[in-house]
Each structure stands twice: as structure tokens, then as C-alpha cells.
């Protein structure tokens, strides 16, 4: 998720549509369009009770194609991840901690999140790929399937879906992939 000036005056954190068309999360609901002007309501906190059977409120979503998107669920004191439509779940949601951020998709519409339970990778199914409970950070390579995930004493990169990886060893806690 990216955020604005003019969204953060709102509360919001804007997450472009597969197609490239605006969406932002305010309110902990999902909208279409951009939140300075005409808005279209596509996930609302009703609609989210009803979906998971309590009530809830997304806090973060990255789109995988023109249906589905990856989201961080709040529902009291949990956040979930989950792979979701408008109209519901792809999957059941399973993994919950207390803190769920930055949440990364890859190419092939894998996800990634830093959690106080370490860093968190996801299939495109919606299943827990891998875990790295000292994991502070991740981030995909532009166009891949490759992740760095940072430690308290290394850089993992890693192939999520083979479990293969390679280590440096580099303390760092914010990582951010660029090509040149």
C-alpha cells in the first residue's frame, strides 16, 4: 500500500486496483476512486461482518487480479490476513497476531506480511507458504517470486513457494527492493 499526503489527512491508505485504478482503505472499509472526491463504496463494515461473522475493519489490501485482493483484517485485538473477494473469503482465513503490517504482494499474487510473530508468506491460494519468526521485514524483487526477508543478523533471500535461500550477513530492519 501506498500512501498520500491527501490520504493520510483521511485516514487512509491507498491500494491500486490490479488494472491500476485507484482504491483506498478508510474507515476500515474499501472504496474505489479517490478519497478527496467521488468514492465508490466496495467493502463496508457490514459487508465484513457478514463475510467473517463479527465485526471487523480492513486496515491494509493489495489486489491480485480484478477480483481478488490479499487484506489485513482487524477484529479486536487479531488482525487476519486473508485472501478475499468483495462478496467473501477465497479461503479461511487462519493466521492471526496482535500486530499484522506491510503487506507485500508478489508477481504471482503471493503475499507477505510483517507481524510481531515474525515475517509471514502466504500462496496464491490463500495457505501459509513459510514462516520466519525473526523476520522484521520483507520485500519481493520487482517481477518475481524472490523475497528478502531481514533478521536481527541477516538478509534471507528466499523462493517461497521451493523453500530455497540464501543468506547475507547483514543486520539491517527495513528492506526495500530497486532495480536499476
Known amino acids: ?51 467473517l461473522g463479527r465485526p471487523a475493519a480492513l486496515e491494509e489490501v493489495a489486489w491480485v487480479d480484478d477480483e481478488r485482493f490479499w487484506a489485513v483484517v482487524r477484529t479486536g485485538e487479531t488482525a487476519t490476513v486473508a485472501l478475499m473477494t468483495a462478496d467473501g473469503l477465497v479461503g479461511s482465513p487462519w493466521f ?26 502466504f500462496d496464491s491460494d490463500g495457505g501459509r507458504a513459510l514462516t520466519f519468526t525473526n523476520g522484521r521485514d520483507v520485500t519481493w524483487a520487482p517481477g518475481g517470486d524472490i523475497a528478502a526477508v531481514s533478521t536481527p543478523r541477516e538478509v534471507i533471500f528466499v523462493e517461497p513457494g521451493s523453500g530455497a535461500r540464501a543468506t547475507l550477513p547483514l543486520a539491517v530492519r527495513d528492506l526495500a527492493w530497486v532495480s536499476p
Open 1 to 51: 500500500t501506498v500512501t498520500s499526503g491527501a490520504c493520510q489527512d483521511l485516514h487512509c491508505a491507498f491500494a491500486p486496483a490490479a488494472d491500476g485504478s485507484p482504491t483506498f482503505v478508510s474507515g476500515g472499509e474499501l472504496s474505489a476512486g479517490r478519497p478527496d472526491g467521488r468514492a465508490e463504496l466496495l467493502v463496508s463494515a457490514a459487508d465484513l461482518e457478514r463475510i
Open 96 to 121: 492471526g497476531a496482535p500486530s499484522v503490517s506491510r503487506l507485500r504482494l508478489s508477481s504471482s499474487g503471493m503475499a507477505a506480511v510483517s507481524s510481531d510473530r515474525g515475517v509471514v508468506f
